[in-house]
């Protein structure tokens, strides 16, 4: 496994720092600024008109603790914009009815901004409340003082996860289902094959009130594929963001459960063996792009220029709008997420930092309040060819987050210390079979 079990403390040349602090900074000010201030709730994206994501507020929860730890608000200004978010959650609807907040615990993926009730009849998301629950029981460590503010949170953020009825959403199967609609009950998905549903698992079996069986965790584990690609041995899972997202919450530097056991590795190295997977694809390059390689790649569920076919110097491509790229099977358009490459710096800094510094310098000069747009695609031209290509309008929430939150696990570990200390974290880990580490 490498250094994997080791700590992987900041050692940049200072400009290097420097970059990494703008982005990080620009990245923290869309939860600053994309929110209603009245009930906490978080933009989805950046378009006129656009609910709120449940995920997107779990990333504001943890990243409100960056904040504080790299001075871009005060305490005190993050526990009340805590505050704000928990009791709207506490006391919003829950429910059966086709309108309400939430029902037994879960919430509904997208929410509208101002009422704060269902949007779009979106599915009630197991795996986007486990994100939300998870800036939930961040907040809680983080917020230990003996003060009323931070009493109530904790006192709410307990409340919050002891409530979700993580057993219901099995819905009659071992592995967990990705949802359900009032209209017509569960959907007929259910998280199976390596994903971001690691941390949904990880929480539902610490639930000291609504706790599904390990027998639950080894279903899912029974769906992994293990492929070698270039070379690398390593737990199979196409789009980056799957190798991310649990991660924000888990240090799972050397701890293992059997399946890792049985692989000498541990989730931490298969995330790090994934980002070099995605750097060897761009350098392969087998579609022929013109702009991807060494220092350019980041293939992820993103944004794309749209559903068409273009004549593209000889070459007839097909396009997408947003979809869950991968690699090396694809699909792929051309269209690469910068955050993503962000969101991979405690798994292989020695790549991601040089890439990283390639896409500030590219001649992207669209506004960007935030730090880096959702994704680009410079093969689909826009103005003639002008090197810049088509670049999404947006922001989403759910790249801010894993910017901020992943860049600071690099630089200090916060999250991850927090959350090795959060009781229902370690209780899933140890349900789920996992040892060593920081776990012994």
Avoid at 148 to 167: F, H, K, N, P
Avoid at 398 to 423: C, D, H, Q, Y
């Amino acid at each position: 496994m490498g250094d994997s079990r080791k700590p992987r403390p900041m050692s940049l040349a200072s400009h290097h720092g420097r970059m990494l602090l703008r982005l990080q900074r620009d990245s923290f000010a869309y939860f600053v600024h994309e929110i209603n201030p009245v009930n906490g709730l978080v933009l989805d994206k950046t378009s006129e008109n656009w609910p709120a994501s449940i995920a997107a507020m779990g990333m504001a929860l943890t990243a409100y603790l960056v904040g504080v730890q790299r001075n871009f608000m005060s305490r005190d200004q993050a526990a009340q914009r805590t505050l704000v978010m928990l009791r709207f959650l506490a006391a919003s609807e829950q429910g059966p009815d086709a309108d309400a907040t939430g029902h037994k615990g879960f919430y509904y993926h997208f929410l509208d901004m101002s009422t704060g009730r269902r949007a779009w009849q979106s599915e009630l998301s197991s795996v986007d409340t486990a994100l939300l629950i998870a800036g939930v029981l961040a907040a809680v460590a983080f917020f230990a003082a003996a003060n009323s503010a931070e009493g109530e949170i904790r006192a709410l953020g307990q409340m919050l996860y002891e409530r979700v009825d993580w057993a219901w959403m099995r819905a009659g199967r071992d592995t967990l289902c990705h949802g359900w609609r009032p209209e017509h009950g569960f959907l007929p998905y259910h998280w199976e094959g390596y994903d971001e549903a690691l941390l949904l698992y990880l929480l539902a079996l610490g639930s000291p009130t609504h706790p599904i069986d390990p027998v639950s965790y080894n279903a899912w584990c029974a769906s992994y594929e293990w492929k070698t690609i270039y070379g690398f041995a390593y737990l199979y899972a196409g789009p980056l963001f799957t190798h991310q997202l649990s991660h924000i919450w888990c240090d799972f530097r050397g701890i293992r459960d059997r399946f890792m056991r049985d692989h000498d590795a541990d989730y931490f190295e298969n995330s790090r063996r994934a980002t070099l997977v995605q750097q060897q694809y761009a350098i392969r390059n087998p579609l022929g792009f013109k702009h991807v390689g060494e220092t350019c790649w980041g293939i992820t569920a993103s944004d794309g220029p749209g559903f068409e076919t273009r004549n593209v110097d000889g070459i007839e491509r097909s396009f997408f709008d947003y979809v869950a790229r991968g690699v090396p099977f694809g699909p792929d358009d051309g269209t690469l997420a910068p955050w993503a490459v962000a969101a991979s710096l405690p798994f292989a800094p020695e790549i991601v930092v040089p890439t990283l510094a390639n896409f500030i310098r590219l001649p992207v000069h669209a506004p960007n309040p935030y730090g880096f747009k959702a994704s680009i695609n410079p093969v689909y031209e826009i103005h003639g060819d002008d090197g810049i290509g088509w670049i999404s309008p947006y922001h989403f929430g759910i790249n801010e987050g894993p910017t901020v939150l992943m860049i600071e696990n690099f630089r200090s570990g916060l999250i991850w210390s927090l959350m090795a200390k959060s009781t229902p974290l370690v209780a899933g880990l140890r349900a789920a079979g996992f040892t060593g580490g920081w776990l012994s």
